[in-house]
């Protein structure tokens, strides 16, 4: 049949068959666009960076000579934010997240609380640094501290673990559940042994998120007093005496690789413009380690998942 002849459905399907070709093409072109800017600037960040990588940088101290200072007090700074951080919005979260999902009447106070969230969620990161600075650093005189610093990290993931923990629970067939019950078992016990492993791949894809945000965040750590020059390390966690776990460490000052990294941007002499692309590598490194890690975790326990 010639293209003439073609019927009203024929000319139908084939004129979506073309928007979908189209709509395919631009998304590729989109795809490509964005990748290409990608690596561009990641090329960019190499080639000014790399050159200045070395067991000197990483274990240096600042200094006020670029080709001295080192990176030593942000990346372990930042390790031991990260580790305050995760400690607190990870079990809370979860924990908002099960009652919510699982236990909460559904009345209006439950669906204002699920609004917020939300737009919890999405809220600049900024806000979270002055309300930090408000409740942590004046109200409950914690200082400008480690401490302080992972919790106003963990304000900040802290909506994101419970929208998406709250998106994987959901996703357990009510099946599963049902036969809990019908075993004999309690809605606690159901929710402990079967529910939140069941929905723990997906628990962790929140946490990975929520993670990669607050590990490049700046301005809520300067905004309760993140230090741009620190020529020390805070103590060490471990003691040589009983109970050999000391937790000084949390009330130490602080800095970080993304205050460290801000800090050299704003000099004018540009071989601290290389130390800031070197320390930007190495935070880069850092987020793929951890989101790395997460998601083999992520995968293990969804192999082991039979629903």
């Not at 010639?2 to 979908?20: F, I, K, T, Y």
């Not at 960040?45 to 990483?58: C, D, H, I």
């Not at 919790?151 to 998406?164: C, K, M, N, S």
């Not at 937790?247 to 413009?273: E, I, K, M, S």
Request: glycine fraction near 8%.
């Amino acid at each position: 049949m010639g293209a003439g002849n073609a019927s009203p459905v024929d000319r139908q399907l084939q004129r979506r068959r073309r928007l979908e070709l189209a709509f395919v093409v631009a998304g590729l072109l989109c795809l490509t666009l964005a990748m290409l800017t990608l690596l561009t600037l990641f090329a960019d960040m190499a080639r000014q960076g790399l050159p200045r990588l070395s067991v000197a940088f990483l274990t240096g101290y600042p200094s006020r000579h670029a080709e001295m200072a080192g990176i030593l007090p942000a990346w372990v700074g930042s390790l031991a934010v990260m580790a305050v951080a995760t400690a607190t919005a990870v079990p809370l979260g979860v924990g908002a997240a099960v009652y919510l999902e699982e236990y909460a009447p559904r009345n209006l106070l439950t669906a204002l609380v699920e609004i917020n969230l939300t737009n919890l969620a999405g809220m600049p990161s900024i806000v979270f640094g002055l309300m930090a600075l408000g409740i942590f650093v004046f109200e409950f005189g914690l200082g400008r501290s480690i401490m302080t610093a992972g919790l106003t990290l963990a304000l900040l993931i802290l909506p994101i673990v419970i929208v998406t923990a709250r998106e994987a629970l959901r996703t357990v067939p009510d099946s599963l559940r049902e036969a809990a019950y019908a075993c004999g078992a309690s809605p606690w016990q159901t929710v402990r042994d079967h529910v939140v492993p069941a929905a723990a791949p997906g628990i962790l894809t929140g946490v990975i998120i929520g993670l990669a945000r607050a590990i490049g965040e700046t301005a809520p750590l300067i905004a309760v007093g993140a230090l741009t020059f620190v020529s020390f390390l805070p103590e060490s966690p471990i003691r040589d005496d009983f109970p050999y776990i000391s937790f000084d460490w949390l009330d130490a000052p602080f800095t970080a690789l993304p205050v460290q990294l801000f800090n050299w941007t704003t000099r004018p002499d540009p071989a601290f413009h290389a130390n800031a692309a070197a320390a930007a590598f190495v935070l880069v490194a850092m987020a793929l380690a951890i989101n790395g890690l997460a998601i083999w975790l992520r995968h293990r326990l969804r192999r082991e998942t039979r629903w």
